[in-house]
Every structure is written in C-alpha cells, then in structure tokens.
C-alpha cells in the first residue's frame, strides 16, 4: 500500500515552476506523464554535474545570476534542482501514472517501503542521508532510496526533495530538514480502538 496525494476536495493548481509540476492536476500537462525523450535526458544529470548536461538545459527553472554564468559558476540552488530533475526522471522511468506527489515527503514516503524492504535496512538508508555533510553525499543517499521507493511505486513530494537539497550546504537548514525527515519516518498514528488511556 502506497501512501497517497494528500488533498482535500478539488486540488490546488500549483504556482511552482518546476518541471514536475507541469504534470500536476490543473496544470497545463495533467494526466499525462513525463515523455520518455525527457526522462533518457534528465536521467544523464545522475552521473554528470549541473550545467554541463544540454539536453538538461531547457528542463531548468532556477534563476541564474548572469555574473555567475558568465563565470562559469554554477550556484547551489541550481545544483540542486539538476539533482532533483535527475532523481525524478529515474523514479518516473517505467511508471505509469506520476510520481511526484504534493505533501509526501522523503520521510513519510520512506515508510512505504517496511511493506517490502527491511525495517533495519530503510533505517539504515535514512540515516545515511541524515548524516550526510555534503550535497554530494545526501544525493547519493537519496538516490539509493528513490530507487526502492520506484521499486513499490511510492510517489513522492519532487519540490520539497528539491528545497530539501537546497537547505543541505547550510546547516541550520540543513538540520530543520532532518528533523522533518526524521519526525515523518517515525510518526506513529495510534491504532483505531486503541484506548486514550493505553500506553
């Protein structure tokens, strides 16, 4: 069992610019799915570094200061979304409906996986992205759980990866990330008829 879209009633159209988003209900592609073209594109960011991938180029929102660009410089919040774009395109490969669902985050998506993975292992895979220092070593932690998650066909929150990774170079950000994680992956919801009063 997959945990679900959370919404109430007629969805909310999106105003975020990301190219996942285009496919969201009320957007201009919703019900359709990525075109495989994109996703063979975006699948290459997963081995080659942000801004050095052109059929990577166009799928990219994030606004660049043109005194970084003339220099070459590529900034962390575009590192970031080439990540996310990456991870995506690998979890949406082969899929049949979206994979990017508003309001699951990593944690909360991880807990889909008890159903066919190890409880120890999908720990362990946690807190390997948890304890990660670099940009680097969080995307390759996340990226090992993405590939479980479209495994079971787990949907997942791609704007909140992306503001995810995002927050990983500052650590103050950095650790209301974690906490989140950590707080959504081990959230416990009391059992229907359990009493008030158990313990």
């Known amino acids: 069992m997959t945990i679900p879209e959370q919404s109430a009633g007629a969805p909310e159209v999106s105003t975020a610019p990301w190219y ?15 075109p495989g073209s994109d996703l063979a594109a975006l699948r290459l ?8 991938v052109p059929q990577m180029w166009r799928h990219y929102r994030s606004k660049v200061d043109d005194s970084l660009a003339a220099r070459g410089l590529v900034p962390d919040k575009l590192v970031a979304e080439h990540m996310a774009l990456s991870l995506f395109a690998m979890h949406q490969q082969g899929q049949a409906r979206l994979m990017h669902a508003r309001g699951v ?23 390997a992205a948890a304890q990660a220092r ?21 949907p997942l929150d791609y704007t909140q990866v992306l503001y995810d990774l995002q927050s990983w170079p500052y650590p103050d950000s950095r650790a ?19 009493s008030a009063s158990s313990n």
């Open 20 to 34: 996942w988003c285009d496919f969201e209900p009320g957007r201009s592609k919703a019900g359709k799915t990525p």
């Open 176 to 194: 209301r990330t974690v906490r989140a994680w950590g707080m959504t992956y081990h959230a416990y919801t009391k059992p229907t008829g359990t």
């Open 45 to 52: 960011g997963l081995t080659l570094s942000a801004g050095t």
């Open 105 to 127: 985050g990593l944690g909360q998506a991880a807990r889909a996986l008890h159903e066919r993975f190890s409880t120890d292992g999908v720990d362990g895979r946690m807190a």
């Open 134 to 154: 670099s940009l680097n070593a969080v995307f390759f932690a996340v990226r090992g759980l993405v590939s479980q998650l479209a495994s079971i066909g787990q």
